[in-house]
């Protein structure tokens, strides 16, 4: 099972992210529509699967979110070759589908991290850096000069339903 730490930056200016990833060398290696169907595994829990198509890719994860300081999750990924098929399934074994998502998102990758820049119908860029050590992402954030936007390491929906509340809260600080 892999562990998987992300903090997650609001309303970033998506063009200076691009352009500081790019003068460091770091490599686009996405940019395209991402859909995924998530379905409950134990709510108690933030225990969950994510059927995600990215390009030519499908993936199936079970995610078990962990809220700390930082977003840390513990996962297990495995790529199969038919979306719907594997969304019919979970649901005739009784699993609950309760959300579908559609973002854009670009994505960048060095040696050691990932960075997502994501964008929602309806919601501002932000961007996601992902490392197993929380040290090291909150450097990162340094080097990418983004020390003053507001961060959060909530998972998605809880900071969608409280947007405007969470970006007051965190540029009154």
Same mark, same amino acid.
């Given at each position: 099972m892999n562990?998987?730490?992300? *903090?997650? =930056?609001l309303e970033i200016d998506k063009d200076l992210v691009i352009n500081k990833l790019e003068s460091l060398w770091i490599c686009k290696v996405f940019d395209d529509k991402m859909e995924a169907?998530? /379905?409950? $595994?134990?709510?108690?829990?933030? !225990? /969950?699967?994510? *059927?995600? !198509?990215?390009w030519e890719v499908t993936e199936c994860t079970y995610k078990k979110i962990q809220k700390w300081t930082i977003q840390s999750n513990d996962e297990i990924e495995l790529h *199969?070759?038919?979306? @719907?098929?594997?969304?019919? =399934?979970?649901?005739? $074994?009784?699993?609950? @589908?309760? @959300? !579908?998502? $559609?973002?854009?998102? *670009?994505?960048y990758k060095d040696d050691i991290f990932t960075y997502d820049l994501d964008k929602y119908p309806n919601f501002p860029w932000f961007m996601e850096i992902e490392w197993p050590d929380e040290n090291a992402i909150r450097q990162q954030i340094k080097i990418l000069w983004l020390e003053g936007y507001p961060s959060t390491s909530l998972w998605y929906s809880d900071f969608v339903k409280d947007y405007e509340w969470i970006i007051a809260s965190l540029t009154s600080k």
């Open positions: 562990k998987e730490k992300e *903090i997650k =930056i169907w998530y /379905f409950d $595994v134990d709510k108690k829990n933030d !225990t /969950f699967l994510r *059927i995600r !198509t990215r *199969i070759s038919d979306a @719907q098929a594997m969304c019919d =399934i979970l649901k005739i $074994v009784w699993f609950e @589908q309760y @959300q !579908t998502r $559609v973002k854009h998102r *670009i994505s």
